[in-house]
């Protein structure tokens, strides 16, 4: 059994910043691709970015320049930091994992760009 567990989002200003992180336990032996997708009220869940194992990363469009994904392999964990955050940011932050050819999901963190 594989279990996702992400760190608390928040609320953050227009323009703040955020890390969320996520770690992977159980049996693991190897992880391949990890990432974060996000889902706002009334949308589709979406890929904001993900990191191979080697480290070659892809961002949605939307938060390229602002966020960065890493991740620490001996340590299982993947991190997303946000910066220059916007309303439009809002949004439930779901850690991913594949492991082999089975996909993992984290509970998910809320995360509020508002004044």
């Known amino acids: 059994q594989v279990q996702l567990v992400e760190s608390e989002g928040g609320l953050v200003q227009p323009g703040g910043s955020l890390r969320l992180s996520c770690a992977a336990s159980g049996r693991i032996f190897s992880i391949n691709d990890m990432g974060w997708y996000r889902q706002a009220p009334g949308k589709q869940r979406e890929l904001v970015a993900s990191?191979?194992?080697?480290?070659?990363?892809t961002y949605a469009d939307s938060v390229k320049g602002r966020f960065t994904i890493s991740r620490d392999n001996a340590k299982n964990t993947v991190y997303l930091q946000m910066n220059s955050l916007k309303p439009e940011d809002t949004a439930v932050y779901f850690c991913?994992?594949?492991?082999?050819?089975?996909?993992?999901w984290g509970q998910g963190t809320q995360v509020t760009v508002s004044e």
């Open positions: 991913n994992a594949v492991i082999r050819i089975f996909e993992y």
């Open positions: 990191i191979t194992s080697g480290g070659r990363t």
